[in-house]
């Protein structure tokens, strides 16, 4: 078993995201070179706890962040399990290697009143002005992300009781709604779509009827949320955080939250408390006699 096999299972069997498998290549790629380069060890698979370490203190003295570093170790170990479960190692020799110490992330958000902004679409908008501002809403009203919504289907939206059944990572299924305000513009863009008989399957198409890539939904998103923001990061990932963010500012108890965004953990919903709690101090200082 080989990295190219490895990737070749978290794409087909796992269904991960394009941009999860290319950090997940990327990672083991430059592991496989270090692996190369500093010890001639062709196979990766014959890897020790101590060459993982090393590796480690490699990136470490060329600056690369602790984020980034355990993002790579979490990569090895999943490499490294994946062999086990087919039966090439007996032990993971990177399970042992604690994860480095990071500071605590927060998440990134587009204020409300900017989002506010967008809902003005532009007079007699074509078909690309009523897709794009779509796409916004939906990120916006939904929280899904990039890859779910590239792979998101007309028939998984249903129009009478207001939500979206949406697939998430390792094909788990979801009910997501939405507001009636985008129904109506659903509605506008499926009649648009059905004028230039496009006669695609899958929800968001490119103006020859053709399904969009991750790339052109990342490019729509930073374009659009440029126009409203002053934020640096415009990614379809930060509406996501901003979906959360306003739903838990506004009274959205954290396992609703965590379901709405399709999460495992709830380790990975709390990263959006920190903006709830600077709401809560506001509304201290504001209300509280002594504020």
Do not use: C, F, W
């Given at each position: 078993m080989t990295v190219h096999n490895f990737i070749?299972?978290?794409?087909?069997?796992k269904r991960f995201s394009h941009h999860t498998i290319k950090a997940y290549q990327t990672d083991l790629v430059m592991f496989e070179s270090f692996l190369l380069s500093d010890y001639e060890l062709s196979d990766s698979s014959q890897a020790t706890s101590s060459m993982i370490r090393d590796y480690v203190s490699t990136l470490k003295e060329v600056n690369i962040d602790n984020n980034s570093i355990n993002r790579k170790l979490s990569s090895i170990r999943s490499y490294f399990n994946f062999l086990i479960k087919n039966g090439q190692l007996s032990m993971n020799p990177a399970i042992r290697i604690k994860a480095l110490k990071t500071k605590k992330r927060t998440a990134a958000f587009v204020p409300k009143e900017?989002?506010?902004?967008?809902?003005?679409?532009e007079p007699n908008p074509d078909f690309k002005a009523i897709r794009n501002q779509l796409i916004i809403e939906i990120f916006y009203?939904?929280?899904?992300?990039?890859?779910?919504?590239?792979f998101l289907k007309e028939?998984?939206?249903d129009m009478f009781s207001l939500t979206i059944k949406v697939t998430g990572k390792r094909n788990k299924e979801r009910i997501v709604p939405f507001h009636s305000n985008m129904k109506d513009?659903?509605?506008?863009y499926l009649d648009h779509k059905k004028s230039h008989y496009m006669e695609s399957d899958y929800l968001i198409v490119s103006?020859?009827?053709?399904?969009v890539s991750y790339q052109t939904i990342y490019n729509i998103v930073n374009t659009e949320l440029k126009k409203i923001t002053t934020l640096t990061k415009t990614s379809p990932?930060?509406?996501?955080h901003t979906f959360a963010t306003h739903l838990l500012n506004n009274g959205a108890s954290l396992l609703s939250v965590k379901e709405l965004l399709g999460h495992s953990s709830l380790a990975s919903t709390q990263v959006y408390t920190h903006n709830t709690i600077n709401q809560l101090k506001k509304i201290h200082q504001q209300a509280h006699p002594k504020g």
């Open positions: 070749t299972y978290i794409r087909t069997e900017d989002m506010n902004k967008h809902e003005n679409i009203q939904t929280g899904i992300r990039a890859s779910e919504l590239v028939n998984e939206i513009l659903l509605l506008r103006s020859n009827g053709k399904p990932h930060i509406l996501r």
